[in-house]
């Protein structure tokens, strides 16, 4: 379990994080959505431990995160950041395989291999990292973070993602949401911050809708994305609706223009 | 750019064993050129004889002066020449590792001139205090221009990094200020200093392998290589850490516990270099690159083949200073200079490409 408990973050007495609870359970995909600047990244960045929060307290396993050391806290959690640059030419495959500096004897290359097949980079394997386009990035840095928790272990692990998937086209979204599926099997809990409302509707778990540095709403996908939240969420209209066949979420937002044509019109 | 790209794991070991092999065997044939070569030839079989001598299996007796030269003079030379340009390419390829940064080096930063201006505030000011025993005197020299290493490296670090990340124009203007003050606070010492000491300004400046003694070598190597040990046994961390030092935090590296150790050792590896040769520039800035741009950015390759590789270089570079104005000599840092700066403004004009 990843649990944050009343999380207080400021930066020169301003906050960022007001006042936030966090759970995310081992097997579960949890979404942290919510409008720019809304302190998402911020609170990834204390789930990680980048940052320390200046109140409250978070822990893995039960334990505060402050009392692990960087090797053992590698164990339970793996990061990918929004944008990671690279200083020196290394091959894409190098970089998956740092995964695996932590803990060298826990995965064999061939394992390396099926990550970045599943992924769809094992081709670009020789390739420059720097030379590669963003979704190719997203996705080597992606192998990378999984490498480090591949092994199972009888411990819950979690995997930290800042928009994975903001550089990929359609498919490959769906590939890597669904991969994330299977990954939950492992006994894993993965926390991503998303931008795509419907991905969210149809993957995640758990939804934590974050707005000005507070928990909004926070609870299961059926129970949370109501037009009414995610309106109040982001201030736009925007609509859920079951798939005409029943299977699925749609969410969409209807452009400004045709909002104002439907106001005229009712006027 | 022609960088190896091994397909699985053992291959790439495999090219790393072959590369690191190769650049020790050419190592070991400049160490044997350089022991023949020189204003007093020694031919090659007399070079072997003697050595072999030495090691007690063999029964060669070379001719007296042979032997007095190769062992006295050129042979505690031709090894520092490998041990402080082993140094230097290390300390360039470990601190670049460190500001994530192909353009840091040590006599570029300043680390070079800080570690310069310390050593020459021991020998004008301390060196009378200190006469007295002989020990302190040796090994002061040394620790004092680490200790003006470690101060610049600390100070350009901290103006030029900023939360992991380096910001390149800011690095070398720093460098360019600290060098500046640090050559501005050597005259002034040097000012009060006498006119033997005055007559040594260009041994700080260009540098120089010629007054190369076991006794300073024994210093050399005492000081230097626990320091490069213990850097080259960081190249896992330092792989990650090119990928920025948050990630490599998230991967379980110990930042703090790596930055003081580069730090240290570089620092180490630097001023003793500083103290015992001058500053050698751009040995450290041109080997890791030929090794990143030859063989890829592994750091496992990079630092022990920046080692051997500036052992090569700098070896040659002397090589040739002692012969080409025969039997004068060139101070060593003008044909590193010579060699290293025109790369250098490659290296500024290609920047775009190299870090894309």
């Given at each position: 379990?990843?649990?944050?408990?009343?999380?207080?973050?400021?930066?020169?007495?301003?906050?960022?994080?007001?006042?936030?609870?966090?759970?995310?359970?081992?097997?579960?995909?949890?979404?942290?959505?919510?409008?720019?600047?809304?302190?998402?990244?911020?609170?990834?960045?204390?789930?990680?431990?980048?940052?320390?929060?200046?109140?409250?307290?978070?822990?893995?396993?039960?334990?505060?995160?402050?009392?692990?050391?960087?090797?053992?806290?590698?164990?339970?959690?793996?990061?990918?950041?929004?944008?990671?640059?690279?200083?020196?030419?290394?091959?894409?495959?190098?970089?998956?395989?740092?995964?695996?500096?932590?803990?060298?004897?826990?995965?064999?290359?061939?394992?390396?291999?099926?990550?970045?097949?599943?992924?769809?980079?094992?081709?670009?394997?020789?390739?420059?990292?720097?030379?590669?386009?963003?979704?190719?990035?997203?996705?080597?840095?992606?192998?990378?973070?999984?490498?480090?928790?591949?092994?199972?272990?009888?411990?819950?692990?979690?995997?930290?993602?800042?928009?994975?998937?903001?550089?990929?086209?359609?498919?490959?979204?769906?590939?890597?949401?669904?991969?994330?599926?299977?990954?939950?099997?492992?006994?894993?809990?993965?926390?991503?911050?998303?931008?795509?409302?419907?991905?969210?509707?149809?993957?995640?778990?758990?939804?934590?809708?974050?707005?000005?540095?507070?928990?909004?709403?926070?609870?299961h996908v059926s129970e949370v994305f109501t037009n009414q939240n995610l309106e109040s969420l982001y201030g736009y209209p925007i609509h859920v609706e079951k798939h005409h066949q029943g299977l699925g979420l749609l969410v969409h937002s209807l452009p400004i223009h045709h909002i104002n044509q439907r106001i005229n019109k009712a006027l | 750019m022609s960088?190896?790209?091994?397909?699985?794991?053992?291959?790439?070991?495999?090219?790393?064993?072959?590369?690191?092999?190769?650049?020790?065997?050419?190592?070991?044939?400049?160490?044997?050129?350089?022991?023949?070569?020189?204003?007093?030839?020694?031919?090659?079989?007399?070079?072997?004889?003697?050595?072999?001598?030495?090691?007690?299996?063999?029964?060669?007796?070379?001719?007296?002066?042979?032997?007095?030269?190769?062992?006295?003079?050129?042979?505690?030379?031709?090894?520092?020449?490998?041990?402080?340009?082993?140094?230097?390419?290390?300390?360039?390829?470990?601190?670049?590792?460190?500001?994530?940064?192909?353009?840091?080096?040590?006599?570029?930063?300043g680390v070079s001139t800080g570690g310069a201006f310390f050593a020459v505030v021991f020998i004008v000011f301390g060196a009378k205090v200190l006469s007295m025993t002989p020990l302190l005197s040796l090994i002061g020299l040394p620790l004092f221009a680490f200790c003006g290493g470690l101060m610049v490296t600390l100070i350009v670090y901290r103006i030029a990094s900023h939360t992991g990340k380096t910001d390149v124009s800011v690095l070398i203007l720093a460098g360019v200020a600290i060098n500046a003050l640090m050559g501005a606070l050597i005259g002034l010492v040097l000012f009060y200093a006498d006119d033997a000491a005055l007559r040594n300004f260009t041994f700080w400046s260009l540098g120089d392998l010629g007054g190369s003694s076991w006794v300073k070598l024994l210093t050399a190597a005492v000081l230097m290589i626990p320091a490069s040990v213990m850097v080259i046994r960081l190249y896992p961390q330092l792989n990650a850490m090119a990928l920025g030092e948050r990630e490599a935090f998230h991967m379980g590296v110990n930042i703090q516990y790596v930055k003081y150790v580069l730090f240290l050792s570089a620092a180490m590896i630097v001023g003793t270099a500083v103290s015992l040769s001058g500053t050698i520039g751009f040995v450290g800035l041109v080997v890791p690159h030929l090794i990143r741009l030859g063989f890829g950015a592994d750091h496992r390759l990079v630092l022990s083949g920046s080692f051997l590789l500036g052992a090569i270089l700098l070896s040659a570079a002397d090589l040739l200073a002692r012969n080409i104005v025969r039997p004068a000599e060139l101070p060593i840092g003008i044909i590193t200079a010579l060699l290293g700066a025109p790369f250098f403004i490659y290296l500024i004009v290609n920047l775009k490409k190299i870090k894309l």
């Open positions: 379990m990843l649990q944050g408990r009343n999380i207080h973050f400021c930066i020169s007495e301003r906050p960022i994080i007001g006042e936030v609870n966090i759970v995310v359970a081992p097997g579960e995909l949890t979404a942290i959505i919510g409008p720019n600047g809304a302190g998402k990244s911020t609170l990834f960045k204390l789930l990680s431990g980048d940052l320390t929060c200046n109140r409250g307290e978070i822990s893995y396993n039960g334990k505060h995160i402050a009392g692990f050391k960087s090797n053992q806290l590698a164990k339970v959690r793996a990061v990918m950041p929004q944008h990671s640059e690279v200083s020196f030419p290394f091959s894409s495959w190098e970089i998956v395989a740092l995964g695996m500096i932590n803990d060298p004897a826990a995965i064999s290359d061939r394992d390396i291999q099926a990550v970045m097949e599943k992924l769809q980079v094992w081709h670009l394997r020789a390739q420059a990292y720097n030379m590669l386009s963003g979704g190719e990035k997203q996705r080597v840095q992606l192998a990378r973070v999984l490498v480090q928790v591949w092994k199972k272990q009888a411990f819950p692990r979690f995997i930290l993602l800042d928009e994975p998937v903001s550089s990929m086209d359609v498919a490959l979204q769906h590939l890597v949401l669904d991969f994330m599926n299977e990954l939950k099997q492992r006994n894993i809990g993965i926390l991503m911050v998303l931008h795509d409302l419907s991905l969210v509707a149809n993957y995640a778990d758990q939804v934590i809708m974050m707005k000005q540095g507070e928990v909004m709403a926070n609870g | 960088v190896i790209h091994a397909d699985i794991f053992l291959t790439k070991r495999k090219v790393q064993h072959l590369v690191l092999s190769g650049l020790s065997l050419i190592l070991i044939a400049l160490f044997l050129l350089s022991l023949s070569i020189g204003a007093f030839h020694i031919s090659m079989s007399e070079v072997l004889g003697i050595i072999a001598g030495k090691l007690g299996f063999g029964t060669y007796e070379g001719s007296g002066a042979a032997s007095q030269v190769l062992l006295g003079i050129r042979m505690p030379r031709v090894l520092m020449g490998i041990i402080i340009g082993g140094g230097l390419g290390l300390a360039g390829a470990a601190l670049q590792g460190l500001f994530r940064n192909p353009l840091v080096e040590p006599g570029l930063i």
